[in-house]
């Protein structure tokens, strides 16, 4: 069980880029085993190395897997692309930066050639926190296929609805463009899980959200969508705000659902 810095070259951004990569134990030794890979991202003001230095990411993980509540993966936890005080890991509407590319062109693909990972969205799951569960349900609505599994903790799961009010930053039009825009649809959470829900490739859906937590009524508003539509999913709800004692006890939880995932296609 190892973290090891990752460095890579994005063209989508034209810079060089690293990531943390969490190896399991036994991975060097066994050298032709492959590895389920789960991405974890970060939230707004965050780097790739938040989960290691506030979250105890790497404790949590060498605890489920020793104790079988997580099997051997491959974890990973990026940076959303480093430019101002968070991407969404989107492509931004004003050109700034490909940040979605980034992260499926450039990073994915590397992490794949370079890791020991089955690369396949049944074995393929992703993560995050606050801007990074906005991140985790935007890659895997928006690229079916991709990702079997997201998860999201205390999400900022937005949709164009209530983006004026919730986006507490004065650059969100160069990220989404006009609000009813075809660019901003695209990233709405609440049209991709309609545009979703009857796709065979739909990822399974879990989150979770403090009851003291700013963000608390956008995650039941989401739930309550996703049950008017039909979309099946987890949705939990916890004592607690938008702390990172919040996401270091509930990391479990998610982590627990992806393992649930993945148990489930070895049964299909």
Known sequence: MSVRPHPFFSGALF???????????????????????IYLLHGMHGSESHWLQKGSAEQTLDRMMSSCQLRKCIVVMPNDGGYGQGTFYMDWYDGTGNFEQYFIYDLMPDIDKNYRTIQDMRSRAVCGL???????????????????????????????????????????????????????????????????????????????????????????????????????HTYREFPGEHTWDYWTEHLPDALGFIEQYFGSQDQA
Do not use: W
């Open 130 to 232: 606050s801007m990074g569960g906005f991140g985790a349900f935007s890659l895997s609505l928006r690229n079916p296929g991709l990702f079997g599994a997201a998860a999201s903790l205390s999400g900022a799961l937005i949709s164009g609805a209530n983006v004026a009010d919730n986006f507490a930053r004065r650059d969100v039009g160069r990220m989404t463009g006009p609000v009813e825009g075809p660019h901003a649809k695209s990233y709405d959470l609440h049209r991709c899980a309609s545009r979703r829900v009857s796709d065979m490739q739909r990822p399974a859906l879990y989150f979770d959200c403090g009851t003291e937590d700013a963000l608390h009524h956008m995650n039941a508003d989401y739930h309550r969508h996703l049950d008017r539509i039909g979309y099946a």
């Open 15 to 37: 810079a060089r880029k690293s990531c943390f990569v969490y190896v399991p134990e036994g991975y060097d030794e066994q050298s032709e085993q492959r590895y389920p890979v």
